[in-house]
Nanobody, 125 residues
Framework: VQLQASGGGLVQSGSSLRLSCKVSRFTMDYYAIGWFRQAPGEEREGVSCIASSDGSTEYADTVKGRFTISRDKSKLTVYLQMHSLKPEDTAVYYC???????????????????WGEGTQVTVSS
């Protein structure tokens, strides 16, 4: 299962950023993908997820209306478009995979089968 996140960076409050998660074909077809984040001293939390079967999406309340998850099956990539970024969005962002047999759309760490390496997002005020 391949999960490779990229796209993080240092941006100002109110800016936009797009994260990418490169996956394998097998992952795209059989795993739901979630984006998680972990700020220093905090627990890892679910941000958004996309179901493998029909592309349904879910979002944490803290990012609804600002973040959009999407996928491009031809590029084997899942995206997290982030708008109106706030300093409290600062964290290491991870993409993760959960078997679609057990999980429709993973927003909790408990159901994750595989984690990718994180990418740092820093939002300055």
């Amino acid at each position: 299962v391949q999960l490779q996140a990229s796209g993080g960076g240092l941006v100002q409050s109110g800016s936009s950023l797009r994260l990418s998660c490169k996956v394998s074909r097998f992952t795209m077809d059989y795993y739901a993908i979630g984006w998680f984040r972990q700020a220093p001293g905090e627990e890892r939390e679910g941000v958004s997820c996309i179901a493998s079967s029909d592309g349904s999406t879910e979002y944490a309340d803290t990012v609804k209306g600002r973040f959009t998850i999407s996928r491009d099956k031809s590029k084997l990539t899942v995206y997290l478009q982030m708008h109106s970024l706030k300093p409290e969005d600062t964290a290491v962002y991870y993409c993760a995979a959960a078997s679609s047999v057990r999980t429709f759309c993973p927003l909790t760490t408990m159901v994750i089968d595989y984690w990718g390496e994180g990418t740092q997002v820093t939002v300055s005020s």
